[in-house]
C-alpha cells in the first residue's frame, strides 16, 4: 500500500550556527524523538496538514488537520517506534489492548517520520485503518513497539 509522503528538509549548517551548537550536537537532537517532536509537530502541523496543535499536551492526539481530523504523531528513530498511546510507553507503564484501539477510534491517522535521516526527514500519513490492519495481523510487536527496519518496510510497501 503507497501512502501520502514527503521530506521535510532542514538545514543543519544554519541551525548549528544560529544555535551556536556543533552539527554533531544538533543532529543528536534532531535524531531525538522525544526531543525534536515539539519542533517537528509544528512543522507537520502547519506544512503538511495545514492545521493546528492538538489544544494541550494532554489531548489524545497530536495535531488537527486543515478538515478538523486528527492525527497522532510518531518518529522512526534507532529503537524503532510504537502506536499505542504515549502513556504506555516507558519503565513501569504496561500496553493495554483497549487503550490502543480506543485511540485508533479518536485519530484519522498517524503522521510518521524518520528522524533517523536528519537533515532530509521522510514522513508518510498512514490511515488508522491500515495500523489497526498491521496489529491484527500481528506485525506490529509486543505493545505495537517495532523495530526502525520493520517500521521501514512496512511504510514502505
Do not use: H
Amino acid at each position: 500500500m503507497r501512502f501520502v509522503t514527503g521530506i521535510l528538509n532542514w538545514d543543519l549548517k544554519e541551525i548549528s550556527q544560529s544555535l551556536k551548537l556543533s552539527q554533531a550536537d544538533v543532529r543528536a537532537y534532531f535524531t531525538d524523538g522525544r526531543r525534536v517532536s515539539f519542533i517537528l509537530e509544528r512543522r507537520l502541523a502547519y506544512e503538511v496538514l495545514k492545521g493546528t496543535l492538538a489544544p494541550s499536551e494532554g489531548a489524545g492526539y497530536d495535531l488537527i488537520d486543515s478538515e478538523g481530523k486528527k492525527w497522532e504523531v510518531r518518529s522512526v528513530t534507532r529503537g524503532g517506534i510504537y502506536f499505542c498511546p504515549s502513556y504506555m510507553v516507558g519503565s513501569g507503564r504496561n500496553f493495554a489492548e483497549r487503550g490502543f484501539l480506543e485511540k485508533l477510534e479518536e485519530i484519522v491517522g498517524y503522521v510518521i517520520s524518520d528522524v533517523e535521516s536528519f537533515p532530509t526527514v521522510p514522513y508518510w500519513l498512514v490511515p488508522k485503518e491500515v495500523v489497526r490492519r498491521w496489529y491484527e495481523e500481528g506485525r506490529l510487536g509486543a505493545g505495537t513497539k517495532i523495530s526502525r527496519q520493520r517500521a521501514l518496510d512496512l511504510l514502505k510497501g
